[in-house]
């Protein structure tokens, strides 16, 4: 029987997040698992009048790559990729692991290695989306493999998803609409921050954010959502912090991360676990080792932890912080080939002060 919660979801992405207009050119990726929210989109994107454009892609594809990928290869991107960002006019994501650990034995030179390639692809999909010439936004299909990351069965795990979604609510589209107009208080408050000051557990760290523009990300982007971001003066990052949660990324676990700052750059990165392939990461490029966003987590019906970014980064009470690539609309200059999020919870004990004023207490939003 179809899980009517698929549906809904659909509809929140299609009217909602992307707001589908007709004739617009709408591209849809995702892999076979997730075909009952790509169907439904799908649809969707059809009865709004518009042209569905699909994309689908196999897990295994990937891993593939990896293993058996030349250097000409790794830094080929097929002409028509190009021209498939310049003429969309949306993009929906559905991502749908089988099996999340499938790329932890792959080469991580090679990763990097096309991340690079893959740069200008990205850092133009992010140039228009800034410019409001596309919209896009990216969601979960619930698989096992998610469902086992988070330590749930899959039907714990789909109640956990769509309780984010806020699909049991009446009208879910004017709940998101409730949150954004709750969450625009608060960006506008910050929208004249200059500087921040994070105390927590190991973690003693000052940024500014002068001039820089706070982000409400309220559905539309990711989905679900729970977010206040910018993007840090790119020099101004200095001390010291300890993530909470393992940094998950590439289907590697890097656990116990602690980064060291000075004048915005990472100068000292140990971990616990797979601190070499964290080592790694922040030489991708320059801009690896400096800090293109900061962000509030604002979800409080997000409390724990799954090891999936999606969900991770929206827990309410906690920050996080991506090394690498700044989103333009977030005044960020940051480049790079990666952006990687990693998750500190001040739940216990943390406090995040904006100029002098304490903003944020173990987890509770003051102002």
Not at 139 to 164: C, H, I, K, W
Not at 273 to 297: C, I
Request: aromatic letters at 10%; one cysteine or more.
């Amino acid at each position: 029987m179809a899980d009517p919660r698929v549906e809904t979801v659909a509809r929140i992405l299609v009217d909602y997040s992307v707001k589908v207009k007709p004739n617009q050119l709408v591209r849809i990726t995702g892999a076979p698992e997730g075909a009952p929210l790509i169907l439904a989109v799908y649809q969707k994107v059809l009865e709004r009048g518009a042209h569905p454009f699909l994309q689908l892609e196999l897990d295994e594809a990937e891993e593939l790559f990896y293993r058996y990928a030349n250097d000409a290869q790794l830094d080929y991107i097929a002409p028509f990729m190009k021209d498939i960002i310049e003429q969309i006019d949306a993009a929906i994501g559905i991502w749908t692991d089988v099996n999340t650990k499938q790329l932890t034995n792959a080469d991580p030179a090679k990763q990097t290695r096309r991340s690079v390639a893959r740069r200008p692809l990205s850092d133009r999909f992010l140039e228009r989306a800034a410019k409001k010439e596309l919209r896009w936004s990216g969601t979960l299909y619930p698989t096992q493999a998610f469902a086992q990351d988070a330590e749930m069965s899959l039907r714990e795990f789909e109640d956990f998803v769509y309780n984010g979604c806020l699909v049991h609510e009446p009208d879910p589209i004017k709940a998101w609409k409730k949150i954004s107009k709750e969450q625009q208080r608060v960006v506008d408050w910050l929208n004249k921050a200059r500087k921040i000051h994070v105390v927590g557990p190991d973690t003693d760290l000052k940024l500014e954010v002068t001039g820089r523009p706070w982000i409400n990300c309220d559905g539309h982007e990711n989905f679900p959502d729970g977010e206040i971001f910018t993007g840090p003066i790119e020099d101004s990052v200095c001390g010291h912090i300890r993530y909470t949660y393992p940094a998950c990324v590439y289907g590697r676990e890097v656990e116990d991360v602690r980064l060291q700052f000075k004048d915005g750059k990472v100068v000292k990165a140990t971990a616990a676990k797979n601190e070499d392939f964290l080592l790694k990461m922040l030489k991708t490029d320059k801009g690896a080792r400096y800090v293109g966003e900061f962000s509030f987590g604002t979800n409080y019906g997000i409390q724990r932890f799954t090891k999936n970014t999606l969900f991770d980064e929206k827990i309410g009470g906690t920050i996080h912080l991506a090394v690498g690539k700044g989103y333009p609309e977030s005044g960020s200059k940051n480049k790079s080939a990666i952006h990687w999020d990693m998750v500190c919870d001040l739940r216990k004990g943390g406090e995040v002060r904006v100029d002098g004023t304490l903003f944020l207490k173990d987890g509770k939003i003051l102002i």
